[in-house]
């Protein structure tokens, strides 16, 4: 009897263990960004703006944990008459995995992000020239799905999809890949 439990208590004790960079506890990472820029009031095609994402969170289990992004475009697109550049972001999410593996993790992610950026438009419409120029303040709920792979005991990849902004009218998304490392 003695030794069935104790066999029991070692097999759930390693597999505690053998969770490695998706273990419990805190982790910073960099994620490398495309986001996207669609305004509908202008008709423009979507806007691609490279950025970079600094990420911060702690897992308190491999089902949930908590995480804040700050990041910054690096670029800026034109379609048409439309011209985007982001300048900032930042905003705080709750993470829900799925582990379905040690070294594979899908996860949803929820929260809120403010963001600010410069939106430029320039035309005419039926003879009369207009010029646009406008810092924009967006913020709005976010939300998406990625995926976490464990790459060594400390280091782990990650791809996902974000949706940062949608009033309707515009809407900022994000497909992004990154490093992260828990610690």
């Given at each position: 009897m003695k030794v069935k439990v104790l066999g029991k208590a070692m097999v759930l004790s390693c597999s505690l263990v053998a969770g490695g960079a998706f273990a419990a506890g805190p982790y910073i990472g960099a994620n490398y960004t495309q986001f996207q820029y669609d305004n509908d009031e202008y008709d423009s095609d979507t806007l691609k703006i490279d950025g970079a994402v600094l990420r911060g969170g702690v897992e308190f289990?491999?089902?949930?944990?908590?995480?804040?992004?700050?990041?910054?475009?690096?670029?800026?697109?034109?379609?048409?008459?439309?011209?985007?550049?982001?300048?900032?972001?930042?905003?705080?999410?709750?993470?829900l995995a799925a582990p379905i593996s040690e070294s594979v993790h899908p996860y949803i992610i929820g929260g809120y992000t403010?963001?600010?950026g410069t939106?430029?438009?320039e035309g005419s419409v039926a003879g009369i020239d207009y010029s646009v120029d406008d810092d924009e303040h967006f913020e709005d709920q976010s939300y998406g799905a990625g995926i976490d792979f464990n790459l060594t005991d400390t280091l782990g990849a990650n791809l996902e999809y974000m949706r940062y902004y949608d009033d309707g009218d515009e809407e900022i998304s994000g497909i992004s890949v990154g490093l992260r490392s828990a610690f």
């Open positions: 289990t491999d089902w949930l944990g908590l995480e804040v992004r700050g990041g910054a475009g690096f670029s800026e697109d034109s379609q048409g008459i439309v011209d985007f550049e982001l300048d900032n972001m930042y905003g705080a999410y709750v993470k403010k963001m600010k939106v430029k438009a």
